[in-house]
């Protein structure tokens, strides 16, 4: 009986949970799609942990040697060696590590071996790492072809897991806490095709934005691109169409570069914010979908404490659907401008009258 993979996935919140539980035990090795996430883990363990010293370690770019190389030493007249680690592993320090060997996979046969008691026993030559530090390896799919593989003997001494994709929903959270540009989150919330895997396609036709192994690409669509694809849109008034066109199709391929280019330009139907500020009851009110949400992810990326009153005087005017994206949105995990609105009275009343639109699925 074949048992699909796909019921044994994690998102990100799940892994990093995984690894805070028993990553001190066992290495955990995160596979998943390219540009899905997997080296931004990291990221996540060093604010879970911060009194631990993280390192990130490109295996791609190493050999044994940056590893582990003999010290030659003199006692009593005999000579002998003993081992010097790189000081990128932490050993010489007194505290928990965080390691992250990325692209392990991809590494030379001789530096996946170089490392394997470390990951087994937290010992590398004579040296042992803090019992409370943290191991964890990353990899790309096999079958996305880019030449990840382990023999039995390497594969046995970790914990495989799947990082799958993170849902739109959950990528604009994400995405609403860091900055990323009201066009390109606006964009993801209405196109869940974006954050589909390669392995739920069956037509390789079917979905022209993301990268797939059997399909000759220039260029695709993954949550790593559009946060690249938001710095170009940060800078858009820097630059022509035609040069800002440009930089989006070579960032995130010409099928997700264009359409993100062309529904930028609905720009022109927003409200200005200064509008919604002065005269919230009279400003502009979009009559478009795509229009509208633009408008709420831009409030929530820009609001601040001297116009909340005023966007709660414009919010009831646009349709309900919208509410409901704004306070869902507002709620994210860790969203910057979260207490700014959240302490507003008008917020607090408004949010109380339409308590059951704070769910998940209001959001699409």
């Known amino acids: 009986m074949e048992i699909k993979q796909r019921q044994f996935t994690l998102n990100h919140e799940q892994a990093i949970n995984g690894m805070l539980v028993g990553g001190h035990l066992n290495t955990v090795l995160i596979e998943g799609d390219t540009g899905c996430g997997k080296s931004a883990l990291m990221k996540a363990l060093q604010k879970a942990l911060p009194n631990h010293w993280c390192s990130y370690c490109d295996c791609t770019t190493k050999d044994v040697g940056d590893f582990i190389i003999p010290k030659f030493r003199d006692l009593d007249d005999g000579d002998f060696f003993t081992n010097a680690t790189n000081e990128e592993l932490g050993l010489h320090l007194d505290q928990p590590v965080v390691l992250m060997f990325d692209e392990y ?103 022209p934005y993301i990268y797939h192994p059997q399909k000759q690409q220039s260029g695709f669509v993954t949550p790593r691109g559009l946060e ?104 994210a995990k860790d969203h910057p401008k979260q207490a700014v609105v959240m302490n507003n009275q008008k917020f607090q009343r408004f949010a109380n009258e339409n308590i059951h639109m704070f769910t998940a699925d209001k959001r699409s």
Do not use: C
């Open 105 to 207: 996979e991809k590494a030379n046969n001789s530096v996946k071996n170089a490392v394997l008691r470390l990951m087994l026993e937290r010992k590398i030559g004579n040296q042992s790492l803090h019992p409370d530090s943290i191991v964890f390896a990353t990899s790309n799919l096999g079958d996305e072809g880019l030449g990840d593989a382990l023999l039995p003997h390497q594969e046995d001494r970790m914990t495989r897991i799947r990082l799958r994709k993170p849902t739109n929903i959950e990528w604009v959270d994400w995405a609403q806490a860091n900055n990323i540009h009201y066009t390109v989150t606006s964009w993801a919330l209405e196109n869940s095709a974006l954050f589909q895997s390669f392995t739920e396609v069956h037509n390789i036709e079917d979905n």
């Open 228 to 331: 690249r694809a938001s710095h170009w849109m940060h800078r858009s008034d820097q630059m022509d169409n035609a040069t800002l066109e440009a930089m989006l199709v070579g960032t995130i391929g010409p099928v997700g570069g264009m359409e993100l280019f062309n529904y930028s330009k609905l720009i022109s139907e927003l409200p200005t914010m200064e509008s919604i500020r002065t005269s919230p009851t009279t400003a502009l009110v979009p009559t478009g979908t795509s229009a509208i949400l633009m408008v709420i992810n831009r409030t929530l990326q820009n609001i601040e404490r001297d116009w909340v009153d005023a966007w709660m005087d414009y919010l009831p005017r646009l349709p309900r659907s919208a509410w409901a994206n704004f306070l869902n949105g507002i709620k």
